[in-house]
């Protein structure tokens, strides 16, 4: 491949590694072109395509790139349909959710792993070269792990359901929705450094995922500079929007932070959730003051009822009490798309 590379056949030195880079992944040859695999699968070739579709693969004609792999998974996807255990519309939603959560998995893995491990190449090897050894060594423990993970996730999933068959709140699908946003982001991106950047958004995003995770909460989705978690309990979205607040205030260098949150009916979906208290909990958000975290009259009101938060009395004092948070009412005023909303300003009762 040196001798290649030096007579200029560097790119075809490098497809040849890439296409045994695929083949360690995969591990199985390239044999059937899709209409080959779909009937391998006994399956539509139309029902074929809307699976690989979904999934995140574009079309390829009629290249040979399919293995026995892609044959066995679109047997079985459609086996799903066939045994009435998947409508063939869920069978589609499974193919997308799956495609879209491992594509951005795989892709952050390559990164992060390549990136890291690759810095130092060997005089005379391409980074490709040095990749095949690494995820040769890599692919079985991040397979092992990715499972493990998957089915911890599933069981977590599972339990909350059966739980929720007693509860008429968690039934009804009444969520707290928190999203939290760093302050003048897009300012301090023209500023920094590709690098600095970087490792700010990572910070953040491992900080906030680490204590919504460890408090209870969900991470829905992080976009950069905010970050959409939920909860069945309103006290637990609470300590986890004051918690961030707090925490982030103390990292060098990060800026302050602002949280908006609702509580009511969440409709769920591949993973994400939306509907009016999502969309109140953002719009929250973007009027919230900084290091500073506001609430809808919902959840102000699933607080007090709760015993965790206290609103002041006719004196404008909060009651010398056990409660956790004090509520604060803020000034009304109209919330694009949502008419006049009353947000409440959420803080403890006491210094932690």
Known sequence: MAEQRENGGGE???RTVALDLERLILDAPRRYTPYQAARAADVPMELATRFWRAMGFPDIGQS???????????????GLVESGLLSESMAIQVARSTGQTTSRLAGWQMDTFLENLTQSVEPGLTRAEVAYPLTELLLPELEQFLVYVWRRQLAAVTGRVVQAAEDSEITSGRLA????????????????????????????????????AGQGG?????????ILYVSEDPATAA????????????EDGMPALRVGMAFGTVTSRMGD??????NLASRLTSIAPKDAVLV???????????GAAATPGEDGRHPEDDRR????????RPVRGLGLVEPWLLSRARAV
């Not at 969900?218 to 905010?226: C, H, I, M, Y």
């Not at 959730?273 to 999502?278: K, P």
């Open 12 to 14: 075809t030195a490098d």
């Open 64 to 78: 040979r790139a399919l293995t026995d792999n892609d044959v066995i998974a679109l047997r079985r996807l459609a």
């Open 177 to 212: 929705v928190g999203f939290a946003d760093l302050v003048g982001f897009t300012r301090l991106s023209r500023r920094l450094e590709e690098e600095e950047l970087g490792e700010l958004v990572e910070g953040f995003e491992n900080t906030c995922s680490d204590l919504i």
């Open 218 to 226: 969900r991470v829905v989705k992080t976009l950069g500079d905010e």
């Open 239 to 250: 300590e986890i929007a004051l918690s961030l607040v707090e925490t982030l205030a103390k």
């Open 273 to 278: 959730v939306f509907g009016t208290t999502v």
């Open 296 to 306: 809808d009259g919902e959840l102000s009101a699933a607080l007090e009822q709760n």
């Open 325 to 332: 948070f004090h509520l604060q009412p803020m000034w009304r």
